[in-house]
């Protein structure tokens, strides 16, 4: 048993000796230190999820929990090259800062080890306050553990021209390691931002504690990009947390296409009128990849919106969950919430879970949600074949015009091709498709 | 060109050609007509490849092979183009690129070179403007959105890029008004040649008023009961289907 254990006190249930160790190196001033104790004991309080969690019912992390992960190695950060994106990028090996490209001093991103030890206000302010610990356990044990990731820290008014781009690599050894991307967005009134979270493919083993948390202020503008493309052993539990005041917007794209298993919770809480989110996001799985799309929309006060379009591709023998939430509370009136999630399923062996719920405790809202799962369809294969386009690659075509959908939305252009390339990497005869994109 | 012997076919538990003969010559038009649900669309989708029809009986010989033993991708490439009379939609897949795609896989299939992209988008607006197109169809969605009548233009305009050998017409004419009729009359005539034969299914004579046969088919209850040339289907016009139905039972 590790001394960390002996000195927090006999009560706490045991933790893996790689979370005591992690939790024992992780440092910070007293008010940080407060929350971390409280994380991890939130996360020992509810353990590792099995399947008889409702929120874990599909997904199951025995490997995970079987391993354990360390610090990894060093190794020298490689940007993932997105053809005709140049712009501010912050790089991330195993959640230590590696490396910063044209980042300007005064836009007010720095990286968030650096500005807790200048105490920056906004990190005490809102670190750890915006994903809801009780129903995300790994946020909790993220806040535990992180050693650095990024503030971006908007004046009012403030827009940022660029894109900022933050890359998050893992780097394991011959043992699996930890990385714990952290990521704090405080968007001050009238600020606008797009920010691009491109988690790259890394080499080896890793788990990743990925959060983070948006705090949109009165009429701020959030773009947000989620890229994850880890490597195909990679376990993946991201969460992002918003909460959005007075005629804010959150637009979030999310392309889940890697890792062995990979999660993201996403959360808005539409906390003031006007305040709108929308929810664009895509997994492509294969061979036995799982991947799980938690997401909750609290409706709190009048007249604010949401909009989500979730897709999935599956093929070999993978499997994805969609659980997407929309709560109206009471008195609420005049909220918008729209939903809909469509999958492919490519392969008999592919199982999809899917659950849309919808709770109102408002009236006067205009509220939809749906689900749909199925195959191609055979009328439009049947047509690109009687123009000598052959099935495989008719198939892979219809299952590109599927996916980018969604990918559609992407107003950054550079990003949108490097997703759809992403996307059409994973279709059988991608060179044939690519001519087509 | 065609040579169709005693083609059965069946969609689902039903039997829909019950022995249909038909021969094609090169450079012939040849119209089938009949009553709605008579097979016509059938006897289209099994010449094309449709895999949810399924041939019991009988043989289609297209100059000198088995058809029927070839995917709906190769014979495509072989010459056979079907204009379908729904054609479908596909959002996401572009108009153009679907035009392009399909030209060079029958280039490809011929042992021709693959236009380059100047090339292939004069010849696609020179055929464009034989139908009447603005340039807005190109950067569509397959179908997307379009009318009833675009769509058939569309058929036409794929036709026309793609040249084929054997081209099946399944009810272009329906839903045009008179005009867009003329133009899609328009086009398949300027496709007439001594080597491109032609199966024009309708359910009205008015299309051959424009596109004028070489026969003329009667087509009920899954076969051919009746052939002759044009004036045939003044007949039909005048007279309908129903002699014919009867004609077909006393046969
Ligand atoms: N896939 C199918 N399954 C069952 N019946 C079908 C199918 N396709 C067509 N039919 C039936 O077969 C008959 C002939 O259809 P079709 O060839 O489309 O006729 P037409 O084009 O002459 O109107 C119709 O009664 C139609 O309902
Ligand atoms: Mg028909």
Same mark, same amino acid.
């Given at each position: 048993?590790?001394?960390?254990?002996?000195?927090?006190?006999?009560?706490?249930?045991?933790?893996?000796?790689?979370?005591?160790?992690?939790?024992?190196?992780?440092?910070?001033?007293?008010?940080?230190?407060?929350?971390?104790?409280?994380?991890?004991?939130?996360?020992?309080?509810?353990?590792?999820?099995?399947?008889?969690?409702?929120?874990?019912?599909?997904?199951?992390?025995?490997?995970?929990?079987?391993?354990?992960?360390?610090?990894?190695?060093?190794?020298?950060?490689?940007?993932?090259?997105?053809?005709?994106?140049?712009?501010?990028?912050?790089?991330?090996?195993?959640?230590?800062?590696?490396?910063?490209?044209?980042?300007?001093?005064?836009?007010?991103?720095?990286?968030?080890?650096?500005?807790?030890?200048?105490?920056?206000?906004?990190?005490?302010?809102?670190?750890?306050?915006?994903?809801?610990?009780?129903?995300?356990?790994?946020?909790?044990?993220?806040?535990?553990?992180?050693?650095?990731?990024?503030?971006?820290?908007?004046?009012?008014?403030?827009?940022?021209?660029?894109?900022?781009?933050?890359?998050?690599?893992?780097?394991?050894?011959?043992?699996?390691?930890?990385?714990?991307?952290?990521?704090?967005?405080?968007?001050?009134?009238?600020?606008?931002?797009?920010?691009?979270?491109?988690?790259?493919?890394?080499?080896?083993?890793?788990?990743?504690?990925?959060?983070?948390?948006?705090?949109?202020?009165?009429?701020?503008?959030?773009?947000?990009?989620?890229?994850?493309?880890?490597?195909?052993?990679?376990?993946?539990?991201?969460?992002?947390?918003?909460?959005?005041?007075?005629?804010?917007?959150?637009?979030?794209?999310?392309?889940?296409?890697?890792?062995?298993?990979?999660?993201?919770?996403?959360?808005?809480?539409?906390?003031?009128?006007?305040?709108?989110?929308?929810?664009?996001?895509?997994?492509?799985?294969?061979?036995?990849?799982?991947?799980?799309?938690?997401?909750?929309?609290?409706?709190?006060?009048?007249?604010?919106?949401?909009?989500?379009?979730?897709?999935?591709?599956?093929?070999?023998?993978?499997?994805?969950?969609?659980?997407?939430?929309?709560?109206?509370?009471?008195?609420?009136?005049?909220?918008?919430?729209?939903?809909?999630?469509?999958?492919?399923?490519?392969?008999?062996?592919?199982?999809?879970?899917?659950?849309?719920?919808?709770?109102?405790?408002?009236?006067?809202?205009?509220?939809?949600?749906?689900?749909?799962?199925?195959?191609?369809?055979?009328?439009?294969?049947?047509?690109?074949?009687?123009?000598?386009?052959?099935?495989?690659?008719?198939?892979?075509?219809?299952?590109?015009?599927?996916?980018?959908?969604?990918?559609?939305?992407?107003?950054?252009?550079?990003?949108?091709?490097?997703?759809?390339?992403?996307?059409?990497?994973?279709?059988?005869?991608?060179?044939?498709?690519?001519?087509?994109? | 060109?065609?040579?169709?012997?005693?083609?059965?076919?069946?969609?689902?538990?039903?039997?829909?050609?019950?022995? %249909? !003969?038909?021969?094609?010559?090169?450079?012939? &038009?040849?119209?089938? @007509?009949?009553?709605?649900?008579? #097979?016509? *669309?059938? =006897?289209?989708?099994?010449?094309?490849?449709?895999?949810?029809?399924?041939?019991?009986?009988?043989?289609?010989?297209?100059?000198?092979?088995?058809?029927?033993?070839?995917?709906?991708?190769?014979?495509?490439?072989?010459?056979?183009?079907?204009?379908?009379?729904?054609?479908?939609?596909?959002?996401?897949?572009?108009?153009?690129?679907?035009?392009?795609?399909?030209?060079?896989?029958?280039?490809?299939?011929?042992?021709?070179?693959? %236009? !380059?992209?100047?090339?292939?988008?004069?010849? &696609?607006?020179?055929? @464009?403007?034989?139908?009447?197109? #603005?340039? *807005?169809? =190109?950067?569509?969605?397959?179908?997307?959105?379009?009318?009833?009548?675009?769509?058939?233009?569309?058929?036409?305009?794929?036709?026309?890029?793609?040249?084929?050998?054997?081209?099946?017409?399944?009810?272009?004419?329906?839903?045009?008004?008179?005009?867009?009729?003329?133009?899609?009359?328009?086009?398949?005539?300027?496709?007439?040649?001594?080597?491109?034969?032609?199966?024009?299914?309708?359910?009205?004579?008015?299309?051959?008023?424009?596109?004028?046969?070489?026969?003329?088919?009667?087509?009920?209850?899954?076969?051919?009961?009746?052939?002759? #040339?044009?004036?045939?289907?003044?007949?039909?016009?005048?007279?309908?289907?129903?002699?014919?139905?009867?004609?077909?039972?006393?046969?």
């Amino acid at each position: 048993m590790s001394t960390a254990t002996a000195a927090r006190g006999a009560h706490a249930p045991a933790l893996p000796d790689w979370i005591e160790h992690a939790a024992a190196a992780a440092a910070g001033p007293a008010w940080l230190q407060e929350r971390r104790r409280a994380g991890l004991a939130a996360f020992a309080a509810a353990g590792f999820p099995t399947r008889r969690d409702e929120a874990w019912k599909y997904t199951d992390l025995k490997l995970v929990t079987r391993r354990s992960f360390g610090a990894g190695i060093a190794a020298a950060p490689e940007l993932p090259a997105i053809e005709g994106l140049d712009c501010p990028s912050l790089v991330f090996v195993n959640g230590r800062l590696a490396a910063s490209h044209g980042v300007p001093q005064a836009v007010g991103v720095q990286p968030l080890a650096a500005a807790i030890a200048a105490d920056d206000p906004a990190c005490r302010e809102l670190l750890a306050t915006i994903a809801d610990p009780a129903r995300h356990r790994f946020a909790a044990l993220s806040t535990a553990l992180f050693a650095d990731g990024v503030l971006v820290d908007l004046p009012a008014g403030t827009v940022l021209e660029q894109p900022l781009r933050l890359v998050f690599l893992a780097a394991a050894g011959d043992t699996p390691v930890l990385e714990c991307p952290r990521v704090l967005i405080r968007a001050g009134a009238n600020s606008r931002a797009t920010v691009i979270e491109h988690y790259g493919a890394g080499t080896g083993e890793s788990l990743s504690l990925a959060v983070t948390e948006v705090a949109a202020g009165p009429g701020a503008m959030i773009e947000h990009y989620r890229l994850q493309e880890s490597a195909p052993e990679a376990f993946h539990l991201g969460v992002l947390a918003a909460r959005l005041e007075r005629d804010s917007t959150l637009v979030s794209h999310n392309l889940s296409v890697g890792g062995r298993i990979a999660r993201l919770d996403l959360d808005a809480a539409l906390a003031e009128p006007g305040a709108h989110v929308t929810m664009n996001g895509l997994y492509v799985v294969r061979e036995r990849q799982h991947a799980d799309s938690h997401s909750r929309v609290d409706h709190a006060v009048p007249r604010t919106s949401s909009d989500q379009l979730y897709r999935g591709v599956l093929s070999g023998k993978s499997r994805a969950v969609f659980n997407g939430k929309a709560v109206v509370h009471p008195g609420a009136a005049g909220t918008d919430a729209q939903q809909s999630n469509a999958n492919l399923l490519l392969s008999p062996d592919a199982e999809i879970d899917t659950k849309p719920e919808l709770e109102i405790y408002a009236d006067d809202v205009k509220c939809s949600h749906g689900a749909t799962t199925g195959q191609l369809d055979a009328n439009a294969l049947f047509y690109l074949r009687s123009r000598g386009v052959d099935e495989s690659t008719a198939r892979s075509l219809l299952t590109f015009a599927f996916a980018d959908v969604v990918l559609a939305r992407m107003p950054l252009a550079p990003l949108r091709r490097h997703a759809e390339q992403l996307v059409v990497g994973r279709l059988p005869d991608a060179d044939r498709i690519r001519e087509f994109t | 060109m065609l040579s169709i012997k005693n083609l059965h076919a069946r969609a689902g538990e039903r039997d829909i050609l019950k022995g %249909l !003969d038909l021969e094609v010559g090169p450079g012939e &038009v040849h119209a089938i @007509m009949g009553p709605n649900g008579s #097979g016509k *669309s059938t =006897l289209a989708g099994v010449l094309a490849g449709r895999p949810d029809l399924e041939v019991t009986e009988g043989t289609v010989t297209y100059r000198g092979q088995d058809l029927l033993d070839l995917d709906p991708e190769e014979r495509a490439r072989e010459g056979v183009f079907l204009a379908f009379q729904y054609p479908v939609e596909i959002p996401g897949v572009n108009n153009v690129y679907l035009l392009k795609a399909a030209l060079n896989a029958v280039r490809k299939h011929r042992g021709e070179s693959e %236009l !380059d992209a100047f090339e292939f988008l004069a010849l &696609v607006k020179d055929r @464009m403007k034989l139908m009447q197109m #603005g340039d *807005s169809f =190109l950067n569509r969605g397959v179908n997307e959105g379009f009318s009833g009548g675009e769509k058939k233009r569309n058929e036409i305009l794929q036709m026309a890029v793609l040249e084929p050998a054997l081209a099946v017409l399944d009810e272009t004419d329906s839903g045009l008004d008179i005009d867009a009729l003329k133009v899609v009359a328009n086009g398949v005539n300027s496709l007439r040649s001594p080597d491109r034969s032609m199966v024009v299914v309708t359910h009205y004579q008015r299309l051959l008023d424009y596109i004028v046969p070489d026969f003329v088919h009667v087509l009920s209850d899954g076969r051919i009961v009746r052939t002759g #040339g044009r004036e045939l289907a003044l007949e039909l016009e005048e007279r309908g289907y129903d002699w014919l139905r009867g004609g077909a039972n006393a046969a």
